[in-house]
């Protein structure tokens, strides 16, 4: 079982309309956990990355949440834009090593 | 280049061949990683350099998987022998700590074994 889980695996959404993705993990001892955007046929970039101690992070209309306690997290984006359309991955750092586990993304689309 | 580079983007290998992908990292980026990324997935390790010194190959799938990067700079990633499960996207990404934190990923390279 993948210790970093998604939710929805993919969405489609209204452009200008926000929409909320959700990341549980089980990954322990937690180090870091990052969201990450991947345009179809580019690798990976990084949007947000929060510690243990970090409630909420901003990056412009993307704001993600964290609740160390149950294991959560969230990514909102706001006024939603075509360029928005991509994977979202949410990726956990053990407190250890160098190892990073990914969850399986969630796919989103934003129509005009 | 300002970025990580992999060649070539796209590789399409019969079942039994060998091939060798190549990422060459941020000049100066002390960590390499290699992953490996199956459709619709998210990208799984499969080993780690700091500098010249291959630390961590665990999640290398199998003994025809091989990375090395000599100089501490280029890395090449081969596959022997290819299997179509071997089919996926390979991403590179490196690092100017001893950590993740950052970590710079680049474009990947989609292998299609037929």
């Known amino acids: 079982k993948n210790q970093v889980e998604q939710s929805p695996q993919s969405l489609i959404i209204l452009e200008g309309k926000n929409c909320t993705l959700q990341?549980?993990?089980?990954?322990?001892?937690?180090?870091?956990l990052r969201w990450y955007k991947q345009d179809t046929g580019r690798g990976p970039v990084s949007l947000t990355i929060m510690t243990f101690s970090e409630n909420t992070k901003s990056n412009g209309r993307y704001t993600a949440t964290l609740d160390a306690d149950t294991k959560q997290s969230s990514l909102h984006i706001t006024a939603s834009q075509l360029s928005d359309s991509a994977s979202y991955i949410c990726v956990v750092s053990k407190a250890a090593g160098n190892k990073l586990t990914f969850g399986g993304g969630t796919r989103v689309l934003v129509k005009p | 280049g300002a970025g990580v580079s992999q060649s070539p983007r796209y590789k399409v290998a019969k079942r039994g061949q060998d091939v060798a992908l190549r990422c060459d990292p941020i000049?100066?980026?002390?960590?390499l990683f290699w992953y490996q990324q199956a459709l619709g997935q998210g990208p799984e390790f499969l080993t780690y350099?700091?500098?010249?010194?291959?630390?961590?190959k665990s999640g290398l799938p199998s003994d025809r998987f091989f990375a090395e990067r000599p100089e501490g700079s280029v890395s090449t990633l081969k596959i022997q022998r290819t299997q179509q499960e071997d089919s996926a996207v390979y991403l590179c990404?490196?690092?100017?700590?001893?950590?993740?934190?950052?970590?710079?990923f680049g474009p990947g390279t989609r292998l299609t074994v037929l």
């Open positions: 990404a490196s690092s100017p700590a001893r950590t993740t934190t950052p970590l710079f």
């Open positions: 000049s100066g980026h002390v960590s």
């Open positions: 990341c549980n993990y089980t990954v322990s001892p937690f180090s870091n």
């Open positions: 350099f700091q500098n010249e010194a291959q630390l961590d």
